[in-house]
């Protein structure tokens, strides 16, 4: 390999590695799975929706939220988790408005020996921009 090509397939490790690490960093931890829009809105219009968790702040949920969404903050939910009555093996939807508070909470959640957490692809903001029903 010549010096050039060397330089340049180092440059592309390094940048794959960063983008993988931000992507880490600000998206739901890695054993979090996605629920879709549409997935979650089918649920919830058929009554087979899961337990969803607002992660946002009480005055961003009174302007508007999925509905049937119980809000817990991320910052105050280790100490809440007695609010979540279901079983730990019962699937939690978490979203919040663009994804790092609701990371924040998926981990506590799966620290807390929740096992099946989900993420709302897109958070709150997707959700309004797929106007889909928002509750007040």
């Keep these: 390999m010549t010096g050039f090509l060397r ?3 180092a440059a592309k490790c390094v940048a794959l590695l960063f983008a993988g690490s931000l992507a ?10 996605e629920v879709s829009q549409s997935e979650l ?10 337990l969803v968790l607002d992660a946002r702040t009480p005055e961003e949920f009174a302007a508007g939220h ?8 991320h910052d105050t939910l280790e100490q809440r988790l007695g609010e979540i009555d279901v079983r ?11 994804g790092p508070r609701a990371a924040r ?21 997707a959700w309004r921009q797929a106007r889909l ?4």
């Design 24 to 33: 880490l960093a600000c998206g739901a931890p890695s054993d979090v799975t």
């Design 133 to 136: 029903p928002v509750a007040k």
């Design 105 to 125: 909470a998926e981990a506590v959640l799966t620290k807390a020996g929740f096992t099946a957490v989900r993420h709302l692809a897109g958070d709150m903001a």
């Design 66 to 73: 999925v509905p049937g969404a119980v809000n817990i903050p």
């Design 41 to 50: 809105s089918a649920a919830l219009a058929n009554g087979s929706a899961p």
């Design 7 to 9: 330089r340049s397939h």
């Design 88 to 98: 730990r093996d019962r699937e939690i939807v978490v979203y919040c408005e663009r």
